[in-house]
Structures are given as structure tokens and as C-alpha cells.
């Protein structure tokens, strides 16, 4: 079983919709990261959490550190959010990153 | 600079010769991270720099694999004797940490490897 577990690994939605993806991870953590890679593209850094919730624009994540759960939203989904999301913590033991094999959302005009 | 800068951004070797990538951290992090991506793989952890401190080398594949990083800045990657097996988005990150947690984690852009 992965540490970081993500799901869907696969989502498509219409342009519009409310799209939430999930992570969870069975070690503790200091912080847990969503990230951003558009095909062909680097790796942008969206959130670090360690508690309670953050807003950036259309985009709201969430953990309950209780439940090692994490939630990524994006409000009124456009194409341009196609990508894929992952989901990464940092373990209480060490400062390497463990990755979630990642969700791949496609958004449809 | 602003960000974590990678060179190059693409690099065509041929098989069995050596490699160097570079990451220029952003100013002021400490902690350097080296992770790779294969084809339709999730991201794995190769290295990790840390201040002064002795780097966790525990991600490298093989012995082919080395780093560096001078003077607490600049690191290079360096994979020797490349296989296509190499092949894959070699991703740099960086980070501000402190006693109480890493601030500030940002990832470069990325070197895509191919080995022909």
C-alpha cells in the first residue's frame, strides 16, 4: 500500500463543473503539498498545508490532519485547469517528499 | 533569482555517455532536492541537500548516479555511462528549513533525458 494515495486517477468534467480531488497518507506529516504539471510542463507548487483550509483564486484545499485526508477543489472548472494533480507530504521523519501517483483531470469545453 | 532554475531544459544523449544537470536553488533555501520522473511513472526521490550536512543519497538507482552541491548554492546531478533507462524529467526543488518545518518548497522546471 502507497503512503499517499490519491483518488480519482483519472477525471474528466465539463467546463463549469466542481471538481474535488482526494489524497490520503498513513504517515504523519508537517505538511502536505499539492502540485500542479501541465502536460510537457514543470511542476508548480498550488498549496502547503498543515491544517485547516486555503483559497487561491478558483482552487481551495483542505486537510484533517485527524484523518490524514486532504481535499483539492476547483471552482467553475475551465480547460486550462487540465493537468495533473498530485498530492505530497512531508513526513515527520525526514524532508523527502512522498509523491501520490498523481490525477489526471481533463476539462472539456 | 525569482525562481529554481534547471539546465538545460532538454538533453539528447547517446547511450553510455555521462550527463550533467544542473539547479540553481532559489537564494537563501537550504535544502536542495533532486527527484526523477519516468515516462507515465509518479516522482521519486533521488537526493537531498540539507545545509552542511551530509546529503541522503538513499533515492540514487545506481552508482552511476553522483551530486554535488558547492558552496551550499548550485547543485549538478551527474549520471555516468547513461542508459536509456535514464531517460526520464529529472526535477529540482528547493526549500527554506527551519525548526519547525519546510517553508517556501519550489520545484524547477525540469531537464527532460533521452538516451538514444
Redesign the interface.
Known sequence: KNEVEQSPQNLTAQEGEFITINCSYSVGISALHWLQQHPGGGIVSLFMLSSGKKKHGRLIATINIQEKHSSLHITASHPRDSAVYICAVSPLVTDKLIFGTGTRLQVFP | GAGVSQSPSNKVTEKGKDVELRCDPISGHT?L?W?RQSLGQ????LI?F?GNSAP?KS?LPSDRFSAERTGGSVSTLTIQRTQQEDSAVY?C?S?L?SGS???G??????TRLTVV
Open positions: 535544502a532536492y527527484y509518479g516522482l521519486e526521490f537531498y540539507q541522503d533515492g526535477l526543488a526549500s528549513f518545518g519546510n517553508y518548497y519550489t520545484f524547477g522546471s525540469g
